[in-house]
């Protein structure tokens, strides 16, 4: 495409938005007519752990832009993404500016495009949760509403974007999932859950052994931020222990509550591994080689189901649906004696296996690629350059 074409603004700010944004920046890179595309990195996510780790771990290049917003409140940290993304956009005079999930980063960049007349393309659209208690949700809401193109990773999201009057093979294309595609190249490179075991000095056996290990991930506030609920996570996650070993790389607001909390003390004598964050290489690792996963993460449900592995959701909702229809999640809340009977559920018969997804093959990337070099083309200004 000639030089005179602005190019693609491909925007990052938390982890999930990595592992989507690094098969598509390649494919983006891989053909001769699509602009050039610039990384721009907001910094809401900027420890180590979440943050730079991962970027090696995906091959994901180092940052064109990267904003530093940090750690704040929603708003503080939604208006600072947009203070420092507007020069970007002045700077670069984008064809389009491309945002992936629900963070506060995808809707910050996502308001400022669009008031500055630039296009805003939505990777992961459609998906509800129907709970505006959420901040994920409110920023999925509205920055569908502010999108040009719209790519769906299941289709049911399709209905959700219609009943918000979102409709038209024009702007919504339902394409598969990226997530999918970075954890399906990352498998041949992922850590084993022995190896990662033996390099934190802890016991391999539980990687090994029957009935295996659940692994853990747990962030959201609703879960880690009130003593008393985290008393509770904790205490449930002991009840599981006493089935089967717990190995739980812990988040760094999860961590820190635990101690502000006083709740360590409750996981002494259980056969808890409490890990530091790993990288994605790692996480890729133990959630293959685990019996089940507990989790609250959005994108784990999806990797757990492409893994075929037993996912226990801890919260009321998703807007992952599919996961749970067609995948292997099971909504389980905080209820101690739903999430125990599922672990015993999988002790006994190796849990909830479902099917892999539609579309959930590794190949979202090249055909979002394919289809926004014919929608850029077809924009006024840009065929006529071509």
């Known amino acids: 495409m000639p ?21 598509l920046l390649r494919a983006i890179k891989s053909r001769s007519d699509l602009p050039s595309a610039v990384l721009v990195h907001t910094g809401q996510h900027y420890d180590f752990e979440l ?11 180092a940052p064109d832009v990267n904003l530093e917003v940090g750690s704040s409140s929603h708003a503080v940290q939604t208006a600072e993404v947009m203070k420092r993304f ?29 008031k500055k ?14 709970d505006r208690s959420m901040p994920e949700e409110i920023n999925r809401v509205l920055t ?28 919504v294309h339902f394409v598969g999932n990226l997530m999918i595609d970075s954890l399906l190249s990352a498998l041949p490179k992922a850590v084993s859950a022995i190896d990662l075991l033996g390099r934190e000095g802890l016991n391999v056996e539980w990687a090994s052994k029957k ?36 190995i739980w790389p812990i988040h760094p607001r999860t961590r820190a509550n635990i101690e502000k909390f006083g709740l360590a003390g409750q996981m002494n004598g259980q056969r808890i591994a409490c890990l530091p ?52 999640n099971t909504l389980v809340g905080a209820d101690r004696y739903h999430i125990l009977a599922v672990v015993d ?21 090249p055909r979002i690629a394919d289809h926004m070099a014919h929608w850029l083309a077809s924009l006024d200004g840009v065929g006529a350059n071509q």
Request: charged share 20%.
């Open 3 to 23: 030089s005179g074409v602005g190019p693609v603004l491909c925007v990052v700010g938390a982890r999930p938005n990595y592992m989507k944004m690094a098969p």
């Open 51 to 61: 943050n730079d780790r991962l970027f090696i771990d995906l091959a994901l290049p």
């Open 86 to 114: 507007e020069p970007v956009i002045d700077q670069y005079r984008p064809s389009c500016v491309v945002v992936v999930g629900d963070v506060n980063s995808t809707l910050a960049c996502s308001l400022v495009a669009s």
């Open 117 to 130: 007349h630039v296009p805003v393309v939505h990777v992961e659209a459609g998906l509800r949760s129907f």
């Open 144 to 171: 569908d509403q502010i999108a040009s193109l719209l790519y769906t990773t299941e289709r049911g999201a399709h209905a959700n974007l219609a009943r918000e009057g979102i409709v038209g093979d024009d702007r």
């Open 211 to 246: 009935p295996g290990y659940a692994a853990i991930t747990l962030h959201r506030p609703s879960n880690v931020d009130d003593a008393e609920t985290l008393s509770s996570v904790v205490a449930i996650l002991g009840d599981v222990a006493a089935r089967m070993p717990v």
């Open 277 to 328: 964050p790993q990288g994605y290489l790692q996480m890729v690792g133990l959630m293959r080689d685990a019996a089940l996963v507990l989790t609250d993460s959005g994108g784990i449900q999806e990797e757990t189901t492409a893994l075929g592995i037993p996912c226990l959701t801890m919260r009321r909702n998703t807007e992952r649906p599919i996961t749970v229809d067609e995948g292997t």
């Open 345 to 365: 559920d999988v002790i006994r018969t190796g849990g909830k296996r479902g099917r892999i997804p539609e579309y959930w093959d590794g190949r979202a990337a």
